[in-house]
């Protein structure tokens, strides 16, 4: 493995293809999604016409928050805010189509850029459970939320005790990591077809 330094972009790189956790949140009270209008009538999860960039600005601490574009280009200039959309959207498409001949559906993602001494570089957050929504292609019904092979279990419980997203979090049961852990093994095993090494 090569590890190399490297100044991270401030910016959380957001590629939504389907309707659901913020920006669900955000398309009941707007119409849009990070200053993108969306066709009227959607329902929670239904697929995007087409993917969306929504960037987020990446919080020292607390939850991150998301911004337009147009803010984005503000705050990290044009031609990088246009490369980072560019190369953030075709990385999803590519994983999505892949994902889906696996039978796995790619909700949304984030990634995360940074800058190295060669040039811009994908850095963190690259297509794991952790940072996408990964849902069961012959278990999805648009209209609600779906199952999942993500950290939703996570977010759930949190939602179920009213958690204010503020620090420190609050310990997770024993059953909520272990279930966690066990949804994550499952997207591993059926991404690429082989038992996840012990």
Not at 51 to 67: C, L, M, Q, Y
Not at 68 to 90: C, I, K, N, T, Y
Not at 106 to 123: H, N, P, Q, S, Y
């Amino acid at each position: 493995m090569l590890v190399v330094r490297a100044d991270m972009v401030p910016i959380e790189c957001v590629v939504r293809g389907y309707l659901s956790g913020s920006g669900w949140k955000e398309y009941k009270s707007t119409g849009s999604v990070c200053g993108i209008p969306l066709p009227a009538g959607m329902r929670e999860s239904d697929k995007l016409p087409e993917p969306i960039f929504t960037p987020a600005t990446k919080a020292a601490s607390g939850h991150d928050e998301n911004i337009s574009f147009d803010r984005m280009v503000q705050l990290a200039g044009r031609e990088l805010s246009e490369q980072l959309r560019d190369l953030s959207v075709r990385i999803y498409k590519a994983a999505g189509d892949y994902a889906e001949t696996r039978g796995i559906i790619i909700a949304d993602t984030k990634f995360e850029f940074g800058r190295t001494g060669r040039g811009l570089v994908l850095a963190d957050e690259v297509l794991t459970p952790d940072s996408s929504r990964f849902w069961p292609k012959d278990k999805y019904r648009p209209g609600g939320a779906q199952e999942s092979f993500d950290k939703q279990y996570v977010r759930d419980y949190l939602e179920s005790i009213h958690w204010n997203k503020q620090p420190p979090a609050p310990a997770l049961p024993a059953d909520v990591a272990a279930n966690t852990s066990k949804k994550y093994v499952e997207a591993y095993t059926q991404l690429t077809g082989h038992p996840l090494p012990g």
